[in-house]
T-cell receptor
């Protein structure tokens, strides 16, 4: 299953570290998303890119910085995170982010632990 | 903004019985309601969705109903099987936006 891939699958980092999460989609989609999944909380949409342009930023702290160099790749740069940022970070893609009827295809996620 | 509530948070049923998961939403502009299934350690996957112009949609053992007036929609799984055990998420979205608002999830366990 290689539609949407994410690396690394697991990441442990200290609060002063800088790391990046990577997402790649092989589906020819035009929209990509970052979600945060914490225990007993809804999936939280963090960022949306449509045709490489950021269209949504749901009041995410600046210690999370997204980058979308092209329609197939999406990064999430992490800097000076807090322990409460520990969660599963899911990447997703859809055919066209402007049409919400399109199915979202999720990646396997990166399990992030902040010490 | 939209607020999606999902109940119950956990559900156990005997194999062969039916399971029902309910969600409510607050924004009358929402018109698309997908359901995702997430098996343990795996990614969420779309299992069924419904648009606001219909009241019910069925796909084999899975059905979804929508009541726009009351702003609630439900997932129905009949003849449950152990492989139906997973966390199920409902979501709501308005066609004009990129935002998907998810419920908190229901952990379904089907007991053989």
């Amino acid at each position: 299953e290689t539609g949407v891939t994410q690396t690394p699958r697991h990441l442990v980092m200290g609060m002063t570290n800088k790391k990046s999460l990577k997402c790649e989609q092989h589906l020819g989609h035009n929209a990509m998303y970052w979600y945060k999944q914490s225990a007993k909380k809804p999936l939280e949409l963090m960022f949306v890119y449509n045709f490489k342009e950021q269209t949504e930023n749901n009041s995410v702290p600046s210690r999370f910085s997204p980058e979308c160099p092209n329609s197939s790749h999406l990064f999430l740069h992490l800097h000076t995170l807090q322990p409460e940022d520990s969660a599963l970070y899911l990447c997703a893609s859809s055919q066209d982010g402007l049409d919400s009827y399109n199915e979202q295809f999720f990646g396997p996620g990166t399990r992030l632990t902040v010490l | 903004g939209e607020n999606v509530e999902q109940h119950p948070s956990t559900l156990s049923v005997q194999e062969g019985d039916s399971a029902v998961i309910k969600c409510t939403y607050s924004d009358s502009a929402s018109n698309y309601f997908p359901w995702y299934k997430q098996e343990l350690g795996k990614r969420p996957q779309l299992i069924i969705d419904i648009r606001s112009n219909v009241g019910e949609k069925k796909d084999q053992r899975i059905a979804v109903t929508l009541n726009k007036t009351a702003k609630h929609f439900s997932l129905h799984i009949t003849e449950t099987q152990p492989e139906d055990s997973a966390v199920y998420f409902c979501a709501a979205s308005a066609h004009t936006g990129n935002q998907f608002y998810f419920g908190t999830g229901t952990s379904l366990t089907v007991i053989p």
